[in-house]
């Protein structure tokens, strides 16, 4: 077995110590396990962050924002926010609209001009044109090889999608790419998860989700799905949400576990 | 009619611009209002930012997170994200629990070291004693007097609220605090106005919610309430959401508009 990160051992005892002490959450065994229980029927994969590397993003994004590259992690955070309000208040934009309004609410809060036009051409070309984390063309090959059905379900737009895995080479080796711009219903929205299975025809114990959001992995988890957390630099897991079934640091490392 | 603040028009000409340019969202004639078309039975106030000035917890929040000041808007979007990745995942934790959460995830993504006894002690004191905005007592007591039914809605605790309003003196002004732990699904899922409405025994026409955040006016015109956004600084509308009925600079402001 291949020892957690550090960082990720000590979340998991701030946990356990916030447990004990605040009863923020009620204390439940360490669930997290070396390899899955059931050899799943169906992979899903989540894409921005997961697969694809939004540090490249970075340059564009904070040039916009008048070099302030520290405001990228606020920005990729009032998306997701946003996206959620959406679901929540029965509207719909895609996420790539979600993303220019998101730039240009930071921008404003923070005394930066920007334009629409700038805000959206930080964004549109390079979230098409992100490369893929090192790890993952390899350990795709590898679980595709080994006959895994593999799945990508994602917030991006079906368009989005298509070109972000054309640039990034990583069509040939999806069986089908999921959008929830289909059902216009945002992860980690249960109904996105459910909709997602039955399009698939899989039990939900027989579907994994791979993500490198915490959020995400609580979405799987509550659907009641096997669930990987990719342990992505910056990416920590949400401490109030269920353990993922268990945890990687790559796609790669996740081949390692499910090819035996 | 006084004008509204430069940096309100910017953003409402650069909507205009983004409706037109890239067909972000259809383009509708600016709905924004000296004053409301209908005198509201309740008014509704959002708590946090609204009422109470925020800005007092950048000294705890900052000093958990190793002085990284710039770090707080991150932690407040990361808590707001989260309670809605709850309510969406049909899951329910306090406020209170999820901004200690959300603090030591943002602290975890900067490599910064914090127990779960930090980053409780640098919100749980500071949360329950913000001080109010300066606008805010002038404008609730006008109104009181005024004869108008105020109600608080808020996604912190009911404790936590009570706590608030005796700390920051806003107590005798409310005829009720309703707080969405009552429901366990947090603003702006539409589930928490209905809830708030049916409580109060009010029409949506005839209430109107008054916040700080483009999120909540968004929830509230989802619902058909009326929805008047107080454009605290750094506090910017969400672009794609639907106007609120108008904007004022303070609880003084909306006082001016309500009372003839």
New interface residues.
């Given amino acids: 077995m291949k020892a957690p990160p550090m ?1 990720l051992l000590r ?1 998991l005892k ?1 946990l356990i ?2 447990s004990f ?2 009863g ?2 009620s204390f439940a065994p360490l669930a997290v396990a070396d390899q899955p229980e059931t050899r799943p029927k169906i992979i899903f994969f989540d894409v921005n962050e997961t697969l694809l590397d939004l540090d490249a993003m970075k340059s564009s994004v904070s040039e916009a924002l008048e070099g302030r590259e ?1 405001l990228m ?2 920005w990729f ?2 998306m ?3 996206s ?8 719909y ?1 895609s996420f790539g ?2 993303g ?2 998101a730039l ?2 930071v921008a ?3 005394n930066i001009e920007i ?3 700038a805000a ?1 051409s930080a964004i549109a070309t390079p979230l098409t044109s992100l490369p893929p984390h090192p790890d993952v063309i390899g350990g795709l090959q590898r679980l595709k090889a080994a006959g895994y059905t593999i799945v990508s379900l994602t917030n991006s737009s079906n368009a989005g999608v298509k070109a972000q895995f054309e640039f990034a080479g990583l069509t040939p080796y999806f069986d089908q790419r999921l959008s929830i711009e289909d059902i216009e219903i ?1 992860k ?3 109904a996105a998860y459910d909709w997602a299975l039955k399009k698939m025809n899989v039990e939900p114990h027989d579907a994994m989700l791979v993500a490198a959001h ?2 995400d992995i ?2 799987a988890k ?1 659907a009641n799905m096997q669930a990987v957390f990719v342990a992505r630099p ?8 269920k353990e993922p079934d268990f945890i990687v640091n790559g796609i790669d490392e996740l081949a390692d576990k499910l090819i035996k």
Same sequence: chains 1, 2.
């Avoid at 910056?234 to 949400?241: D, F, I, R």
């Fill in positions: 960082k979340r701030l110590a916030v002490s605040f923020l959450v520290d992690a606020l955070s009032t997701l926010h946003h959620l309000v959406d679901t929540s208040t029965g509207q934009h609209d979600i220019v309004a240009m609410m404003e809060n923070n334009t629409p036009e959206k945002y980690p929205n249960l915490g959020w609580a979405g509550a910056g990416k920590a897991l949400y401490p109030l949400a």
